[in-house]
């Protein structure tokens, strides 16, 4: 489908602009290729999408995949497309993991202040924000059926062999740029790895019609 005009913040769209699908292997298409059925497949029958994209601690790379999935149906201008996340527990947005969404154009309030805080994440002027907190994946914020499921994690991946109410179960997993933690090299990895999630996340939704 191509991309029509949207109003995307400037920053955002030129980041998606430099990214390179092609160096996608054939081998991570295939893992992305049952994705892209589950969001044709609704788009065929105008029936509303929802991804819930689930890790561990719903800390990381659960968020990434949210916040860009979001943008990415904006971008290629497919209607209700409603994304979620989740964990097998709670903790908290990682601060990295939003600074990283910052510093690629996305703007972040901070909406509560304790140990869990929610964060509104805007990409659009005129779309609503992305309302970012680490939750359960069965916490009453998310979808209890008519979704997929998308395994960000090897950790919950194999620890969730069954996940209530999922219309489909998509393993898509990640590494978990959190080895970098407190090292130089911090920043540099998570930016690696959102713009990995951001490049396949734009893969997937350019391959819907």
Same mark, same amino acid.
């Given at each position: 489908?191509?991309?029509?005009?949207?109003?995307?913040?400037?920053?955002?769209?030129?980041?998606?602009? =430099?990214?390179?699908?092609?160096?996608?292997?054939?081998?991570?298409?295939?893992?992305?290729?049952?994705?892209?059925?589950? &969001? *044709? +497949? #609704?788009?065929? +029958? *105008?029936?509303?999408? $929802?991804?819930?994209?689930?890790?561990? +601690?719903?800390? $990381? @790379?659960?968020?990434?995949?949210?916040?860009?999935?979001?943008?990415? !149906?904006?971008? %290629?201008?497919?209607?209700?497309?409603?994304?979620?996340?989740? =964990?097998?527990? !709670?903790?908290?947005?990682?601060?990295?993991? /939003?600074?990283?969404?910052?510093?690629?154009?996305?703007?972040?309030?901070?909406?509560? #202040?304790?140990?869990?805080?929610?964060?509104?994440?805007?990409?659009?002027?005129?779309?609503?924000?992305?309302? =970012?907190?680490?939750?359960?994946?069965?916490?009453?914020?998310?979808?209890?059926?008519?979704?997929?499921?998308?395994?960000?994690?090897?950790?919950?991946?194999?620890?969730?062999?069954?996940?209530?109410?999922?219309?489909?179960?998509?393993? &898509?997993? %990640?590494?978990?740029?959190?080895?970098?933690?407190?090292?130089?090299?911090?920043?540099?990895?998570?930016?690696? @790895?959102?713009? *990995?999630? /951001?490049?396949?996340?734009?893969?997937?939704?350019?391959?819907?019609?």
């Amino acid at each position: 489908m191509e991309s029509t005009k949207t109003n995307l913040f400037l920053e955002i769209e030129n980041i998606i602009k =430099g990214l390179q699908p092609a160096t996608i292997t054939e081998e991570r298409k295939t893992i992305l290729q049952p994705l892209i059925d589950f &969001i *044709q +497949h #609704k788009v065929d +029958h *105008q029936e509303e999408i $929802r991804l819930n994209f689930i890790c561990t +601690h719903n800390s $990381r @790379r659960s968020h990434l995949s949210q916040v860009w999935a979001q943008t990415m !149906a904006t971008y %290629f201008n497919i209607k209700n497309v409603f994304c979620y996340s989740g =964990g097998t527990e !709670a903790t908290a947005l990682f601060p990295m993991a /939003a600074e990283t969404l910052i510093n690629s154009g996305f703007q972040i309030q901070q909406l509560s #202040k304790n140990d869990n805080p929610v964060y509104s994440i805007k990409f659009a002027d005129n779309e609503h924000p992305v309302i =970012g907190f680490s939750k359960k994946l069965d916490d009453d914020f998310n979808p209890k059926a008519n979704f997929a499921a998308i395994m960000t994690c090897s950790q919950a991946d194999g620890g969730c062999p069954f996940i209530a109410g999922a219309e489909k179960r998509i393993p &898509i997993t %990640f590494e978990d740029p959190k080895a970098f933690d407190s090292t130089p090299q911090q920043a540099e990895k998570y930016k690696e @790895r959102s713009l *990995q999630i /951001a490049t396949e996340l734009f893969y997937v939704f350019s391959e819907i019609n």
